[in-house]
């Protein structure tokens, strides 16, 4: 039997749509939450949204597509999206502790320092290095007018995490906020 072009393409996209069929959940999961990530790295966070939803309609307990979903909002500064987000992750799973980070942010954000103080010594008590926890324990400290306990945490994280920027510059703002200029140069520097 010969096969004409034109039998011969469908056969091919019958056999690809048949092939693709038969990845499991799991893989789809998968993809989806890859492209999301990629997506998310190419500041393309509204396409990162949709990649990540499609995961979640996979598996609606994916913490880490929750908390990168949440990312994405953050991103695009809708701040009550990305609550909701960070709190599936927590809820699916409470080990989640970027997720747990990025409440406590949002949580200082809207002037609940003392919740947000919680989630950080949460996340610390489990992982005491964590750069992001403990910015946000720094940053929560400085709203509470404890500068100089602040600015010990963060030259921890530096010497820790030499190459986060961040830390460098809530320290060098902490430092101006005291009136020190001079040392806000050098950490800047």
Known sequence: MKLNKRSLRWLIV???????????????KMKYFESGKAYYEKG???????EFKN?????????????????SYLKQRDFRQAYG????????????????????????????????MEK???VLTRDPDHAEA??????????SKKDREAE???????????????????????MLKNRNTAEAKNVLR
């Open 134 to 143: 403990l910015m946000l324990k720094a940053a929560g400290l400085v709203a």
């Open 55 to 71: 995961a979640i309609q996979i598996d609606p307990k994916f913490a880490d597509a929750h908390y990168m979903l949440g990312m």
């Open 44 to 50: 393309e966070y509204a396409k990162a949204v949709i």
């Open 85 to 116: 987000s960070f709190m599936q992750a927590v809820e699916s799973n409470p080990d989640q502790l970027d997720a747990q980070v990025g409440l406590g942010k949002i949580l200082l954000v809207s002037g609940k320092k003392d919740e947000a």
């Open 120 to 122: 950080a010594r949460l």
């Open 152 to 174: 010990q945490i963060l030259n921890f994280v530096i010497g820790k995490n030499p190459k986060l920027a961040e830390a460098y510059f809530m320290l060098a703002n902490v």
């Open 14 to 28: 019958l056999l690809v749509v048949t092939i693709a069929a038969c990845a499991s959940p799991e893989q789809k």
